[in-house]
Structure formats: structure tokens, C-alpha cells
């Protein structure tokens, strides 16, 4: 019977040390799990089609933040209007560049950042603050250049939280949010239930920021997802004034919402002037 017992406190221990070891990895790992970044060399040169330019912004900490700026052909009588675009959490704007033609085609000059230690951007991502920060230093430059009700801030995947932080912050024209989670919180929960919340650095609190918009929202999901759950944009709806801006994309999966024509006639809709 004693042994019995002393094995079986002998598996708890071991256990209870391979959680804690797990727990302490996922932990001093984060950035890695969260983030997903590709690297681009100083010399690189971007191929794409139309007018664009590099821009780069320096932090205050002397970090070069890298950006693309595609430039519309056409020019509302109101002036020139920008996207600003905050990516999902892999790749560099090499890959994200490919979508500027969605909005430039509508009169919106397209920009797209890199987020520290992606493309040409410097640094790493140490913190969620520090995030945020950086997105704030190239939007507010931007916004020396655009008059605020100009400009569509546009967040995917990752961006999501990043770009309602802006709308809460600033007065920007329009949200438009594309495939957003609820909190990176409530993503923990769903793969990783059995880590507690606590050790997340990064929350990325989409629902605390669009409740504080300063900007219509309108949120964008497809109900096949297969990364972020539809459901996650469902439980922002209750912090939409206006439910109906949350818009279902039928049969739509993550990656490829920019193909899907209810997205795109909707705008049309909402970027074109009436």
C-alpha cells in the first residue's frame, strides 16, 4: 500500500514538474508562438506593379520601422485618402503588398507596415506595448500627411487588436477588422486550455478597444476559419453598438478573404463615396 502511494506521488511530481516546464516554455516562448516573421535583406527590391515607395519611420528607441506606400491613380475631390494596413503575424509586406491594388483600385493610397524584426523593419517584439507603440509612431506620421476622417484603418489576423487600438486612440474614418479574435486570452483558452491566462504577455484585447471606437466598425469573418474561430467574432458582436456591422463571410477560410466577393462589393460600399 505504501509503495503504492509513494509511486503515485512520485507520478504526480513528475507531472507536476513537465506542466511547470511546459507552462515556463510557452512562456519565455511567446514570441515565437504568437509571431511568425520573415526577414528581408537591407538591398532587397520590391517587384510590383503601379506607384509605390519605401518608407521608413525611427522609433525613439532608434528603430527603423519599414513600410510600403502604394499610391492610388485617382484622387477624390475631397483629397487623397489612405488604407492603413496592419497584417496577419507571418510573412513581411514582400507578401502583404500583393493586396494594395483591392483598395487602390477604390482611390485609397495603400500602406502596409512591418512590424518589428519582419522584412526590413529592426528589433524584435518584446512586448505588447511596445507593439502598440510602434503601430501609433507610423500611424500618427501618416496622419500628418492624411486628414483622419481619411483614413480607413484596416487590421488581419494579428493586426486586429492593433488596428481597434488605433480606433480607440485616434479618430480615423472607418474600422474595418477581417478575421479578428476576441483576445489572444481567449485564443490561449481554446489551444492551450490548460495554461493559465496569467502567463500571457500578450493579450491583444480586441473587445476592449472596439468598445472604445472612435470609428464605425465593421468586422469581417468567415464561418469556415479553420484559425481563428468564427465564433471569435461572434462574441465581439456584443460589443458592436450596431450589430449588423458584423458581416459572415459564407464558406470563406482565412487566408484568402481579399478573393471573396462579398468583401469586396462591400467595399465598394463602404470606401466609395455615395
Not at 506521488?9 to 512562456?27: D, E, F, R, S
Not at 511568425?36 to 535583406?41: D, I, N, Q, V
Not at 495603400?110 to 507610423?138: C, N, W
Not at 469556415?224 to 453598438?241: A, G, Q, T
Request: with cysteine.
Amino acid at each position: 500500500m505504501h509503495k503504492i502511494v509513494k509511486d503515485l506521488l512520485v507520478a504526480l511530481l513528475v507531472l507536476g514538474a513537465i506542466y511547470l516546464t511546459v507552462c515556463l516554455l510557452l512562456y519565455w516562448q511567446q514570441e515565437k508562438l504568437v509571431f511568425a516573421p520573415a526577414r528581408l535583406p537591407e538591398d532587397y527590391v520590391f517587384r510590383f506593379n503601379g506607384n509605390f515607395e519605401e518608407r521608413f519611420f525611427s522609433a525613439p528607441d532608434g528603430v527603423k520601422l519599414h513600410a510600403l506606400l502604394f499610391r492610388a491613380d485617382t484622387t477624390y475631390e475631397s483629397g487623397r485618402k489612405l488604407l492603413f494596413f496592419l497584417h496577419g503575424n507571418a510573412g513581411a509586406v514582400n507578401g502583404w503588398g500583393d493586396l494594395a491594388p483591392y483598395y487602390t483600385n477604390l482611390g485609397y493610397d495603400f500602406i502596409v507596415m512591418d512590424y518589428r524584426g519582419y522584412g526590413k523593419s529592426g528589433g524584435e517584439i518584446r512586448s505588447e506595448k511596445q507593439f502598440y507603440a510602434d503601430v501609433q509612431l507610423v500611424y500618427r506620421q501618416m496622419a500628418q500627411e492624411y486628414p483622419e476622417e481619411h483614413i480607413a484603418v484596416t487590421g488581419f489576423s494579428i493586426g486586429t487588436a492593433a488596428a481597434a487600438m488605433l480606433a480607440a486612440r485616434h479618430k480615423p474614418g472607418i474600422l474595418l477588422l477581417l478575421a479578428p479574435y476576441y483576445s489572444l486570452e481567449d485564443m490561449l483558452g481554446r489551444i492551450y486550455p490548460f495554461v493559465p491566462s496569467f502567463l500571457l504577455k500578450y493579450k491583444f484585447r480586441t473587445y476592449a478597444f472596439i468598445e472604445k471606437s472612435n470609428a464605425p466598425v465593421y468586422i469581417f469573418h468567415g464561418n469556415r476559419d479553420e484559425v481563428i474561430p468564427y465564433e471569435s467574432s461572434v462574441k465581439l458582436k456584443k460589443h458592436l453598438e450596431l450589430p449588423a456591422r458584423h458581416i459572415t463571410l459564407e464558406g470563406q477560410d482565412h487566408n484568402s478573404i481579399h478573393q471573396n466577393r462579398q468583401y469586396r462589393d462591400s467595399l465598394q460600399r463602404l470606401l466609395l463615396p455615395n
